[in-house]
């Protein structure tokens, strides 16, 4: 008789023909399968960390071709079809419904739900395929810059780009949720007859599954094992100024002290890039900040923190350069010559994957930023931005681009983040252009990148953060305005701003910027071309009826600093977006599942975008179950219908749930 299956420290494991295939329970309700080829399991983990819940009730059934797991609410069955020996797992939740299927071998067809296809080097081409249910949608994913809701049917890249961040997990219609434990570069297609995840270069087969009633018992399990944010600082929950880019040290403190003057309030003033001499010295540039401590002071005197943007960047002239190539802490190019970036010089990208290289920027950003009083970072360009994206190109510490890449944008939030906690700082948090699974615990708010300043843009804006909320990372935000092609005399422009700036509001963090035409080049003493300033982008930079508006909508962020900060709360403790998908607060009502351009920012207040052109008002789904009051006019609504609602320029349809927030009520 032959032994397929046998249990090992409560997994089950199956072997055959060189092949290796363990389900483990991981968490409430929840299972690991890895597989590997000619070789064993191994063990370790690139993102998931070691099960915190109570051992559920559970069970182990083998038979000489058949063998079932149990955790809690899930359960695995593994079958061996008798032509070719082929093993099909197939996940069923409690009741017995099918969640999730590898594909069958297809008998004379012999395909592989798990296909190893060997590479020089000792890794493997990986393609994993599931049967696809043509009623299932699929919501997560990160962040990609396309208004799609409904991920079924898309192609995705398992790559980072500038304003693209791959987050592989998912939350299924049918009741669970799957992450992909694979940081290569890959693909996934959500097709209508197969789900194919590709690795181009990996050693085994690792991905994660759970069951769950609801959404939120979904992304409570995959947080609990993925790491939850920290509680947002106080001065996360107000309103962030930004520019490309304030470029000296009297410019800031100019629009520090109008502020002030004019009792806006404002918690975060963004020094962004170049304000150092060459990328990679990291410090400010004398010619241009001459006192920084000083301007520091006088800043947070105020009560406004001050930001500094990072860039991971290191150019050949820089006064680090030679020591960190020598100390072997850069991104390697595997031939040629080493220029990962052509920008104001040669770049090349500082290894975030290599611990000792994290000590060492972290001791150069303490020495010349925290010292001075500088608590809170941009990490710009987190991706990072090889100028081609020809990933196979480089190499880090922890391997290959193509075998381990994706982790990099949270190395990078890692850097900072115990380099802060380690000098005794709580209250962290710190902007970063991309994410992957786990960039939530160390502090990490994700902002869009360079998009443009565009109504498309703007609508893609809001399925990427109801996306990225459902991938586990709470603190996301936008460029108010967008990045690219906003000239401040268009008023075409300033109808746009007044609208994302309304929509960010309602965002986990209120923060504007722009590179704002036309702009005004800078040279320096040496008549060295500087990186350029962009056109004012402060709310009183767009006429008088825009500044009322916006001052407004400040005004209103502040009155909802309280529920902010509980909603804030519920990120850290149970790991619940605080940009919500319709469906994560009203999961029965199917409609709900549709609705791509509005949301729910926390469980009481519904917002509807004004994302089209000219528009002075739009359709509105209220969810059934409750009624809902207008947040501007007190009117009360039923749920379970659809509703015409006006909105001129002064305003957003918002809806609160009746007897929730009643103090906005008039104000919006």
């Excluded at 002290?257 to 060459?278: A, C, G, M, T």
């Excluded at 789904?621 to 501007?632: C, E, R």
Aim: aromatic content about 14%.
């Amino acid at each position: 008789m032959l032994h397929y299956f046998e249990e090992k420290d409560g997994s089950l494991l199956f072997r055959e023909n060189g092949e290796s295939v363990m389900v483990t329970p991981w968490g409430a309700n929840s299972f690991r399968v890895r597989a590997a080829f000619l070789g064993e399991i191994e063990e370790g983990s690139v993102a998931l960390s070691a099960p915190q819940d109570p051992a559920q009730e559970g069970s182990i059934s083998i038979e000489e071709q058949r063998a079932s797991i149990t955790n809690g609410k899930i359960r695995a069955e593994l079958t061996v079809n008798p032509w070719g020996k082929a093993l099909q797992i197939t996940f069923y939740d409690q009741k017995g419904k099918v969640l999730l299927q590898e594909i069958p071998n297809g008998g004379a067809l012999q395909k592989k739900a798990r296909h190893f296809r060997p590479l020089t080097g000792g890794g493997y081409h990986l393609k994993a395929s599931f049967v696809s249910d043509p009623e299932e949608k699929i919501y997560g994913m990160g962040q990609y810059q396309q208004e799609t809701f409904d991920l079924k049917g898309c192609n995705l890249e398992l790559a980072h780009r500038n304003s693209q961040a791959s987050v592989p997990f998912y939350i299924s219609s049918l009741g669970y949720g799957f992450l992909w434990h694979n940081a290569a570069i890959g693909e996934v297609h959500f097709g209508s007859n197969t789900t194919e995840w590709i690795a181009e270069d990996t050693r085994q087969l690792d991905y994660w599954i759970t069951a769950g009633d609801t959404p939120a018992q979904i992304e409570e399990a995959y947080t609990a094992v993925t790491g939850r944010a920290p509680m947002m600082p106080e001065y996360g929950l107000g309103f962030w100024q930004c520019k490309l880019r304030y470029y000296n040290q009297e410019q800031v403190l100019q629009i520090a002290r109008e502020y002030k003057k004019r009792e806006i309030p404002v918690d975060v003033l963004v020094i962004d890039y170049y304000h150092w001499p060459r990328c990679g010295d990291w410090r400010f540039d004398e010619e241009y900040f001459p006192d920084p401590a000083a301007m520091i002071r006088e800043i947070q005197d105020m009560g406004i923190r001050v930001m500094v943007s990072i860039w991971p960047q290191v150019d050949w002239r820089s006064e680090n350069y030679e020591e960190m190539k020598q100390q072997g802490l850069l991104v390697k190019s595997n031939s040629g010559v080493d220029v990962q970036m052509i920008f104001h010089g040669n770049n090349v990208f500082m290894d975030a994957t290599n611990p000792r290289t994290r000590e060492y920027v972290w001791e150069k950003c303490r020495k010349n930023y925290a010292d001075l009083g500088i608590s809170a970072f941009w990490l710009d360009e987190a991706e990072p931005e090889f100028t081609t994206y020809d990933f196979a190109d480089y190499r880090y510490h922890a391997g290959s681009v193509a075998r381990i890449g994706n982790i990099y944008p949270r190395e990078y939030a890692r850097l900072f983040y115990e380099g802060q906690k380690a000098d005794g700082q709580e209250d962290i948090v710190n902007l970063i252009r991309c994410a992957w699974v786990g960039s939530q615990k160390y502090g990490a708010l994700v902002w869009s990148g360079d998009i443009m300043s565009t109504y498309e843009d703007f609508r893609k804006q809001i399925c990427a953060g109801i996306h990225m909320g459902l991938c586990g990372i709470p603190w996301w935000t936008t460029d108010i305005g967008g990045f690219h092609g906003g000239n401040i005399h268009d008023d075409g422009f300033k109808e746009l701003l007044i609208r994302w700036f309304q929509f960010g509001a309602f965002c986990p963090v209120m923060r504007i910027h722009g590179c704002r035409q036309p702009g005004q080049q800078i040279v320096n003493q040496a008549g060295e071309v500087r990186e350029w300033t962009g056109a004012e982008n402060e709310v009183w930079s767009y006429g008088e009826e825009n500044y009322e508006i916006m001052v407004k909508f400040i005004r209103i962020r502040e009155m909802m600093r309280d529920y902010t900060r509980s909603v804030m709360q519920a990120a850290h403790d149970v790991g619940a977006p605080v940009m919500r998908a319709m469906f994560y607060e009203f999961p029965e009502d199917k409609v709900c599942w549709e609705i791509q351009d509005a949301y729910m920012f926390g469980p009481d207040i519904l917002v509807a975008p004004i994302c089209h052109e000219k528009a002075a008002g739009r359709s509105v789904y209220l969810p059934a179950g409750t009624f809902f009051v207008h947040a501007g006019t007190g009117d009360r609504y039923e749920g379970g219908q659809w509703y015409e609602v006006a909105a001129d320029i002064h305003t957003i349809p918002v809806f609160l749930r009746e007897g929730r927030q009643d103090y906005l009520i008039g104000k919006i």
